[in-house]
């Protein structure tokens, strides 16, 4: 990690590509700032977020991760947000189980109008997971 | 793998907060990059022959564009490396604008994130595969849903063009709302003159096959191929047999039916042909009004016909009909009187709303065009219009503009009058809102010409007082309360999408928005495509519109269509899922999922049951992959290995 | 009947001007057997000074006697007087909505308000919790002759989001309330039109015109007397009944009651009890007019015969004229 | 110097303590009620009464090791031009396995013909094995399943040891058996164990005849090839395998391993780690092509292996230390020694009737391969 | 006697099966292990009794072309109707062959009561009492002191759904409330505390892959993305983070499928709680959506369904 990275936390991205994905880019148009630290993966549907690539994210080096698809109702592909509710409930609940908080993972509807929502959960997001700090200090290190 | 990666200036849109210089030397750091440079523009002509050139000289065999969205550009570049050889799916696009530049304002830790962006996408190239296009034949037939101006022009263009047209319509009659209307501004053309033509040329249009009074069930497959489902509702009457004659409907004995096609303005036969200019013009029974229905006997109907047309037994039928392309043009409703309290909520009868006007205006209309009022059949001269009744209103959930409101009322109160030389009436309105050519000066003839007081300002209540109407509200212009005592009142309320709209949107696998009507694929350039290809909208399904913004877009509908049916063959989207059936348990968790009926069971030669894909019908959402235990499924373009990739790139560093 | 216990708030109002209120409030809820208890050491509601200043400090004020509510082990308060009922509204309703303004109002309390008390009017509670079989159920006696208009006043229903009772534009319930007590109502264009609220002491003028309006309104809605909700409608209406006359030549003589005082009448509640007596314009002869829901059966069926026998002669005459107004 | 050496039950702690100065020592720990191998420290929790549930060959046999990590670098200058650094690790710490069973000790043997004592030594086997003592320690009684005296071993066994530690009403006597095991008799804490010496000896015979021998009738087993090629004989004694590893990875004889590259950018690293014969993956090859497709094949090869192969290969020794585990934690029970004991004749004499009639085909009767 | 009555209910139905699972002796007196019947003679090597803790049904799925027989306690017949739910078996080819069940034994607890002294004899008396020989004496337990976890809050001890029932039905005693106790008393340690027992727990984890194989609904097996390249989820690495996600990998696929049968646990030779994670996913389909799997076979599994609405599911604030 180079020196300006630093001071940023990784939060990992998962944005559908019909709503959310256009959500942020509606929020770049618009000049909306954000903070830098979210990388972002983009998805054709929430509903392909299999909740182990939060998981993976989350114990290989991620502090943070972020899902957002279209709203319920407005899935692309008519059905995909409806499945991804159900699994990203189920893991958002799993976490603290595992003892990972549950806040470091959140996931919520963007479309792709919504450029003003998405500045604001990316920021809120990135602000509690600094509060938070970072997970992986005292992992172990994998190349 | 030789990967050439290309960075975007944008001019200053990137350059500006982004160092792209570092970008570029810290990707040729990366394995598998081989080349790594930066460009000012590199959607223009020069900046992609500067890649198929790299292309070329590199020997490159992927490509990664690090510029703005991939949803911008991302075609333009899969063209760009396809032109020079490369697989179109050897490409990716890391977005540093939209997501980088624009938005962070720290320089430092934006080039930090568009390195890492870009790494990203390399990771990503370096795991992806060529994919192939595979072409399936179009059924160039077209449906259309909604015989309303819009859907009636679509389909007439189309069939023009020489396409098969379906047209379905759920009313007895096609027309829609614009067959009720009296005249059109601003040009106070008589309407039913102007569309009726229109009408008979669907009726008799050789390309056109009309299925009026029909509701459409079901709609399965994909764009060149859709499967509908289209239910012919019961009408009671065998269409083949009525002659259109009307005896029926004058020998009734039920004389109090709700009239839909008048609003409710007077009632109407339990058997009837919905107005005189009808297409088709058949009669229909009501069976929640129809004698034979509700008591069991009467039977005037059957004994009076003369073709012996009527079929108490008539059943709904569901008739399979395969179409390539859909037209939807469902149009739209009125706010219901009742969600405005204040204005009476449909307690007085003289608060009527704009389309009842229309129909009381109308000479074909229950009044035979006399202006009374519905309390007691006697002439208003006081009338008065309250725009935005409804609309604009957050209070009641509709923020929007009506759209035409306006104009109408102005129409409405120049033909009122016409009509009734020695009356006067009243605009409450919020603002004058007159855009369209020769709309102004419409609306300024209505207070200059006719006399039509214009009150700026919203009506707080209106209220019986005698056998007038009380209509209080304030004059924002003077700053005071005003009351008028009316004759009538007339709403502009607001216009609402169809209470079905949401399920035909799921239908139709087209989003919709808060208030249902439907999505465009761009507010500004796709304004009558959807996000779901083969599927295009026209009229007011897709917000509020006027006349001639609906005739526009049911011929912008239709040309879409023509030049969707231009071709023979379509080409398939590659990225769709796949099965390795090495790997596949056949558990079928991917058949009970896939939102679109697109994965079968298969047997293999040795017994083993697997999962199969049906390439054309997959649309590529990836539920199927995120479903699969065994990661036999694998969302073409989107592999978990693809996605792995990128997540490693981000957190393994 | 219903086995809750509410909490009972007076407020200031019904202490004073309206000690009416009051008393046919409570006798008639103990008709109904609803089981209420005071809480001790209640204060200021808030009403309208208050938030007109600090809304924090004007949550406070209800809050402090919500929070007594809490203590004593009750989770719905009845509140007749509507300024009193929609402080107590907001106040629930802003600190439910927002975790920082319920510690900045908890922040000026000694004993924590923890928001489990739901505030409703009496018409509330008789709309949605007893219900109007029951208030039908009480009725011994009939009011022939009276022809009400339900005046529900500005804030009873509104905002909508606060009050979450009936409908903001064209509320009912008390039209129902009454109907089911046998009274017969006018339907009431001006149910919600202003009164002139505390104006009638700085703008008297301007109140008078107002009250003028909502008193002609209910003469031409057919009705002889006005019901009321609210203390201070009640005031308008009645107190300045007289001055409306003076000023704008006019001459009504219109009784306004609290509903639960026409509630109470059909009850068989004496006029005393219900404080008939406090009322500036007379409803002696509505009083006078009351007899027994059997007598009334009686009067009916003895006018129906005449009828029966009579025909031609009372076929027109379908539309009951109203009451003289003297 | 003595030769033998005593530990007081209540100094043991220390006398690891001392061990773990210049060694990392690996003994028997307490994990809630599982005992495993692994690194001896204070907080740790010694448990020495019964077997560990793994067999210590993690020490030499780690179940994974980078064997050498690699590193691209891209020439600053042109971007086409990329080298490989490789960078390899044979260095090992010194290690000592405390509290190994004497099947267990054994076990290693059979490991160092293979990694060892050969024309191409593995050098990762080869370096930590020399760095490591085994100081074994005898058993008192049988664990359900074990049957080491079938298979050449016994409780007292010396074959791999380079300590043998007796454990004694008062505490441990220690014996060392090779030279590299005389150094424990240097380490601080412990006595001279002369006294001892006659009690342990005894005490090593006690237990001998407590532990079972599936194959008593004559001693050591024999494989009939007949029976032991015959498809129906495996499907039958194994359709109730599940198809696991954890026979073959807490088999203190089993050395199959896997090699993966593993990546990540410019960096990344060659590892290997175990693999199982039971696995279907074991022998699934790049086409496609699986030659032992089924869970019965993949049965035959690990009792082949043990009973058949090896000895073939190394002199008639048998890769099998009877330590077991394989039985005692195998979800099913599947018990090797009894399946080993039926392939001493000609024909299955489990039945009455001849194994033809089960007669049943080799794709549908499979189950979980 | 119950084994007599259950190898004549064997005897029954064995002329219409391919072959027939129960329980037979294993090496030792403290093992029952599973036996496939073929031929008829073979029915007299049966046994019932409670060291049969194996959930036979695991085998179905692999037999789905056979007509099979097959012996359940109660909770393994809930596999049974996640099996139904699921369509990996064709239940007109099993015949099941219920048994109701007070509970069985945990090996485990038995060697820990005893030492870990090896067996010579068990024998089971009327009332839940065990007596263990060993060479060092003789101990009598109680089967509740020794049971599986699993049998102390067991709701459903008579198999919910079978063919044949051996024995009179028996009603559970226990408090539902009690099945989750466990796993809503884990959720009162600290989040420090739950990441340092899972770590603590997975570390031991040799990837034997037992859990995997002995459960009945990892229906993988050999595709097992544990092991595969493509997709490539883990390596073979022996780190924590690896065992940790092969256990989410196990675990979340199990979600909203688990039956709780306990053969992962009881099959892990590490002593790994592997269980728990699924029930406490269990416990929220349960609140969520109301879902317990393996009671109702018209009941679909609450992953791969959805509801328009779903009411139990609040959006999430930051």
């Not at chain 4, 292996?305 to 005692?328: D, M, Q, S, T, W």
Request: hydrophobic residues 35%; contains cysteine; proline residues 5%.
């Amino acid at each position: 990690m180079s020196d300006v990275a630093a001071r940023e936390l990784r939060i990992v991205g998962f944005l559908c590509n019909w709503c959310s994905y256009g959500g942020a880019d509606t929020a770049g148009v618009s000049r909306f700032k954000q903070p830098t630290d979210l990388r972002i993966i983009r998805v054709p549907c929430s509903g392909r977020v299999d909740p182990l690539f939060i998981v993976k994210a989350l114990l290989n080096g991620a502090d943070g991760v972020l899902v957002s698809g279209c709203h319920p109702r407005d899935c692309h592909y008519t059905d995909g947000n409806f499945y991804a509710r159900r699994r990203l409930e189920m893991l958002k609940r799993l976490l603290p189980f595992l003892g990972i908080d549950e806040r470091r993972f959140h996931y919520t509807w963007i479309s792709a109008s919504e450029g003003g929502k998405w500045q604001q959960t990316v920021t809120d997001f990135t602000k509690r997971v600094h509060e938070l700090g970072p997970l992986h200090a005292k992992k172990e290190a994998t190349p | 793998m030789r990967v050439g990666v290309f960075i975007c200036h944008c001019g200053n849109n990137i350059a500006g907060t982004v160092d792209v210089a570092k970008v570029a030397e810290e990707t040729r750091k990366l394995p598998g990059v081989v080349y790594a440079t930066t460009y000012m523009y590199t959607c223009s002509e020069p900046g992609q022959e500067e890649i198929k050139k790299a292309i070329k000289n590199e020997n490159l065999d992927r490509v990664v564009v690090s510029a703005c969205s991939p949803r911008m550009h991302e075609l333009t570049f899969r063209r760009t490396v396809e032109k020079a050889g490369l697989n179109r799916y050897f490409f990716e696009m890391a977005n540093i604008r939209e997501h980088v530049s624009w938005i962070g304002e720290n320089k430092e830790l934006n080039t930090n994130k568009a390195i890492e962006a870009v790494r990203m996408a390399v990771e990503k190239v370096k795991q992806n595969k060529p994919l192939y296009s595979s072409s399936f034949k179009i059924n160039k037939r077209v449906l259309v849903i909604g015989g309303g101006v819009a859907g009636m022009q679509a389909a007439l263009d189309c069939a023009d063009g020489g396409l098969e047209v379906l047209l379905v319509e759920k009313s007895p009659s096609v027309g829609g709302m614009m067959a009720r209307l009296d005249k059109t501004f601003p040009t106070i053309d008589c309407s039913i003159c102007i569309l009726g033509p229109k009408m008979v040329d669907v009726a008799q249009h050789d390309k056109i096959k009309l299925y009026a009074y029909s509701e459409i069930d079901e709609i399965k497959g994909y764009v060149g191929n859709y499967q509908i489902k289209i239910r012919k509702k019961a009408t009671y009457v065998d269409w083949t047999k009525c002659t259109g004659c009307g005896t029926c409907m004058e020998k009734c004995p039920s004389k109090n039916s709700y009239d839909h096609f008048n609003f409710g303005v007077a009632p109407t036969r339990a058997i009837n042909i919905p107005f005189p200019q009808a297409i088709p013009k058949k009669a229909k029974i009501d069976p929640d009004y129809c004698r034979q229905f509700v008591k069991g006997k009467c039977g005037v109907c059957a004994k009076v016909c003369p073709t012996k047309a009527i079929d108490y037994e008539m059943q709904d039928e569901v008739i399979t009909e395969e179409v390539g392309a859909i037209i939807v043009s469902t149009g739209y409703s009125l706010i219901d009187i009742e969600r405005l309290p204040e204005y009476g909520g449909g307690r007085y009868p003289d608060v009527i709303t704009g389309i009842q006007y229309e129909r009381i205006l109308n000479a074909s209309g229950p009044t035979s065009g006399h202006i009374v009022r519905p309390s007691d059949h006697v002439e208003p001269k006081t009338v008065v219009f309250v725009a935005c009744a409804g609309s604009r209103d957050k209070s009641i959930g509709i923020p929007y503009c009506s759209n035409f409101c306006c104009m109408y009322i102005a129409k409405q109160a120049i033909l009122t009058k016409d009509h009734v030389p020695d009356s006067q009436s009243y605009v409450f309105y919020m603002d004058i809102r007159s855009p369209g050519k020769g709309y102004d000066e419409f609306t300024r003839r209505a207070q200059e010409e006719y006399g039509v007081k214009y009150i700026r300002g919203r009506v707080s209540r209106i209220y019986p007082k005698g056998n007038k109407m009380i209509v209080k509200g304030a004059d924002t212009l003077l700053g005071t309360q005003v009351e008028v005592e009316a004759d009538l009142v007339v709403l502009g309320t607001a216009v609402i999408s169809n209470s079905d709209a949401g399920h035909m949107a799921e239908k139709l696998h087209i989003s919709y928005d808060t208030f249902g009507f439907y999505v465009e694929s761009h507010p500004k350039l796709r304004p009558v495509e959807t996000n779901t290809s083969g599927v295009f909208l026209a009229g007011a399904c897709q917000g509020p519109k006027d006349i001639p913004a609906s005739v526009c877009q049911g011929s912008a509908a239709a040309s879409k269509v023509q030049a969707l049916f231009s071709k023979d063959m379509l080409e398939s989207d590659p990225a769709v899922a796949k099965v390795n059936i090495n790997a596949c348990v056949g558990c079928l968790k991917c058949v009970k999922t896939c939102p679109f009926q697109a994965i079968k069971e298969k047997e293999l030669r040795d017994g083993r049951v697997v999962a199969d894909v049906i390439e054309t019908v997959c649309a590529g959402c990836g539920v199927c992959t995120s479903t699969c235990p065994c990661g036999a499924i694998q969302l073409q373009h989107f592999t978990d290995n693809q996605l792995l990739a990128e997540v490693n790139a981000i957190c393994l560093t | 009947m219903i086995e809750r216990e509410y909490a009972y708030y007076s407020g200031c109002s019904l202490e004073g001007t309206a000690s009416e209120y009051d008393a046919s409030m409570r006798a008639v809820l103990k008709e109904l057997d609803v089981n209420f208890r005071e809480p001790d050491d209640w204060s200021c509601c808030g009403s309208t000074p208050a938030h007109t200043v600090n809304h924090v400090f004007a949550a406070a004020l209800a809050a402090r006697n919500l929070a007594l509510v809490e203590k004593i082990g009750l989770n719905t308060i009845i509140t007749p007087c509507p300024s009193c009922m929609m402080a107590f509204k907001k106040a629930q309703h802003g600190m439910t909505k927002s975790e920082s303004f319920k510690n900045e109002v908890n922040e000026l309390l000694d004993e924590p308000y923890e928001c489990g008390v739901e505030s409703k009017s009496a018409l509330q509670v008789m709309y949605e919790d007893i219900g109007l079989d029951a208030v039908s159920q009480r009725v011994t006696h009939a009011l022939p002759g009276l022809k009400v208009a339900p005046y529900y006043g500005c804030i009873l229903n509104r905002p909508p989001e606060v009050a979450k009772f009936d409908d903001p534009e064209n509320p009912i319930s008390m039209d129902k309330i009454l109907l089911s007590a046998g009274v017969e109502v006018s339907d009431f264009a001006f149910k919600l039109e202003c009164c002139g609220a505390a104006f009638g002491v700085v703008k008297r003028e301007m109140v008078n015109q107002l009250t003028y309006k909502v008193l002609s309104m209910a003469l031409d809605s057919g009705a002889n007397c006005i019901a009321v909700a609210c203390p201070l409608c009640q005031q308008n209406l009645d107190l300045r009944q007289g001055q409306v006359n003076s000023t704008t030549g006019s001459s009504f003589n219109i009784p306004i009651l609290y509903f639960t005082q026409i509630i109470g009448l059909t009850y068989g509640l004496s006029p005393k009890a219900l404080g008939m007596d406090k009322l500036i314009v007379s409803a002696e002869q509505i009083i006078r007019s009351r007899v027994t829901v059997e007598e009334m059966k009686k009067r009916t069926e003895s006018e129906a015969q005449v009828k029966a026998k009579k025909p031609e002669k009372k076929t027109v005459i379908e539309e009951a004229k109203p009451e003289e107004n003297e | 110097m003595a030769d033998t050496g005593f530990v007081q039950k209540e100094k043991l702690n220390d006398f690891l303590n001392e061990l773990s100065k210049d060694a990392v020592v690996y003994a028997p720990c307490l994990e809630g009620d599982t005992v495993i191998f692994k690194a001896f420290d204070s907080g740790t929790t010694l448990c020495l009464d019964r077997p560990a549930n793994n067999p210590p060959k993690l020490v030499v046999f780690p179940q994974s090791e980078t064997l050498f990590s690699f590193k691209y670098k891209k020439d600053a200058e042109d971007p086409r031009k990329m080298s490989v650094e490789l960078e390899a690790n044979t260095d090992f710490p010194r290690a000592i396995i405390f509290g190994a069973r004497p099947c267990d000790a054994k076990g290693f043997r059979i490991y160092d013909s293979v990694y060892i004592d050969t024309n191409t030594p593995d050098p990762y086997y080869k370096g930590r094995r020399e760095k490591t003592m085994i100081a074994t320690l005898c058993c008192s009684a049988p664990s359900p399943g074990c049957f080491c005296v079938a298979v050449g071993g016994g409780p007292a066994h010396r074959e791999g040891s380079d300590v043998l530690i007796t454990q004694l009403e008062k505490g441990y006597f220690i014996e060392p058996v090779t030279e590299k095991g005389r150094a424990i008799l240097n380490v601080p804490r412990i006595e001279d164990g002369e006294q001892y010496a006659e009690e342990a000896h005894k005490r090593q015979l006690e237990s001998h005849d407590l532990v079972r021998n599936p194959f008593a009738e004559d001693g050591q087993p024999k494989i009939s090839r007949a029976l032991f090629d015959l498809d129906e004989f495996w499907e039958h004694v194994v359709s109730k395998c599940l198809s696991c590893g954890a026979c073959t990875y807490l088999c203190p004889t089993c050395y199959c391993f896997n090699i993966t590259d593993e990546q990540a950018l410019n960096n990344g690293e060659r590892i290997r780690s175990w693999d199982g014969c039971m696995f279907s993956h074991f022998t699934l090859e790049g086409s496609g092509h699986n030659p032992r497709p089924t869970k019965f094949k993949r049965f035959k090869n690990r009792v082949g292996h043990k009973f058949l192969y090896y000895p073939e290969k190394y002199n008639g020794v048998i890769a099998c230390c009877g330590c077991g585990r394989c039985i005692r934690h195998c979800p099913v029970s599947v018990d090797i020694s009894e399946i080993v004991s039926y392939l001493r004749g000609p024909r299955f004499e489990f039945t009455n009737e001849p194994p033809e009639s089960m007669g049943t085909d080799t794709n549908s009767q499979e189950q979980k391969q | 006697m119950i084994s007599q009555r259950l190898r004549e209910a064997i005897a029954g139905v064995f002329s219409e099966v391919d072959v027939a699972l129960a329980y037979q002796q294993g090496f030792d007196k403290l093992h029952a292990t599973p036996c496939f019947m073929t031929m008829p003679e073979e029915i007299n090597k049966l046994i019932w009794n409670p060291l049969c803790v194996h959930n036979l049904t695991s085998y179905l799925p692999s037999l789905k072309k056979k007509k099979v027989a097959v012996v359940v306690k109660g909770c393994d017949s809930r596999t049974i109707v996640q099996f139904m739910q699921e369509g990996l078996i064709n239940r007109e080819n099993v015949v099941i062959i219920g048994i109701p069940c007070n509970g069985v034994i945990s090996v485990n607890k038995v060697l820990h009561e005893t030492n870990h002294e090896p067996i010579e004899d068990i024998t089971f008396g009327e009332n839940g009492e065990i007596t263990v020989k060993t060479l060092k004496g003789e101990k009598t337990l109680l089967l509740s002191d020794v049971c599986p976890d699993k049998c102390k809050t067991c709701q459903y001890p008579t198999p919910i759904v079978y063919d044949r029932l051996v024995g009179d039905p028996i009603t559970s005693d226990k408090s539902p409330d009690s099945v989750y106790a466990d796993i809503k008393e884990f959720e009162n340690k600290t989040l420090e505390e739950r990441l340092q027992y899972w770590e603590q727990e997975f570390d031991r984890c040799i990837r034997c892959y037992a859990c995997r194989n002995a459960c009945p609904m990892c229906i993988c097996q050999d595709s097992c993305i544990a092991e595969t390249r493509d997709p490539h989820w883990i390596s073979q690495r022996a780190t924590l983070s690896e065992k940790f996600m092969f256990h989410m990998i196990h675990a979340l696929h199990l979600a909203g499928r688990c039956v709780e049968c306990g053969e992962c646990e009881r099959a892990c030779p590490m002593g790994i709680p592997v269980n728990k994670l699924k029930r406490k996913i269990n416990l929220d389909m349960k609140e969520l959506f109301g879902y317990e799997p393996g009671i109702d076979p018209e009941d679909k599994p609450p992953l791969y369904t959805f509801k328009v609405d779903e009411v139990t599911i609040k959006e999430h604030k930051i």
